[in-house]
């Protein structure tokens, strides 16, 4: 069940679409789910400055606004190669700290959307690729994906909540596994991890599922999905006795609501 609307729009980060070089990020409305997919294809998607930009645009577009779940896929043979980190080795810190408020942003403005969010990935998923995977609230990838953080092996470390979300999802010793070693694993070793709920045949398969699940979600109340999705987030952090006192001012506001 792919897409079969019409582009609602395409978000470039401002100037050109030549997807082979600077790259766009299409926005696809199916139903009442919004579809983003990276397309930089010659470079494998890679999330340069102008790729962040561009998915900025989309996630604050009107099409994201009115959809009531959200995926974001690279297409059927690859997610992401990583963060285009060629830009900012010549960068003085306090360039870098402007970057991590401008689009380096793009992780948490994506982690923190009211709607659910589903991650389809199909082959490299790695560096900052893997960083706005991990941003999603579940992801599901075929056969063909790979993941991996490299950062440390060319000197610097995952820095876009990687490191952060990891930690969360897989524990800290699996994260040291993969972040110091800089190794590689399949879909299957990442699923046995739990940072993947599903595991499908290539050739598209995973978007479509990725959208069976986005409908599944859309189609509950949305103040309730957004309020569970935040709820889920805190309880992350919070002590025991926080988490509950979150969970039953939820539940109360819900059920004033109705």
Known sequence: MHPDTRPAGVQDGGG???ASHQGTVETLLHGEIAVLTLRREAKLN???THMEAALLNALGGEQVANSRAVVVTGGPSVFSSGADTSELQAMAPETIAAYYRSTGSVYEKFAALRQPT???ISGYCLGGGLELALAADIRVADST???GLPEVGIGI???SGGVTRLVRAVGPARTRDLVLRCRRMDAAEACAWGLLSEVTQPGGAC???ALEIAAEMAAHPPAAASVAKQ???AATDAPRE???LLEQLGYAALNGMG
Do not use: C, K, M, Q
């Open 145 to 147: 994906a790979v993941f």
């Open 16 to 18: 050109t679409r030549d």
């Open 207 to 209: 978007l479509d599922r």
């Open 231 to 233: 709820v889920i987030a």
């Open 157 to 159: 470390l995952p820095s």
């Open 118 to 120: 589903v991650a389809a």
């Open 242 to 244: 926080s988490a509950l």
């Open 46 to 48: 890679a999330l340069s």
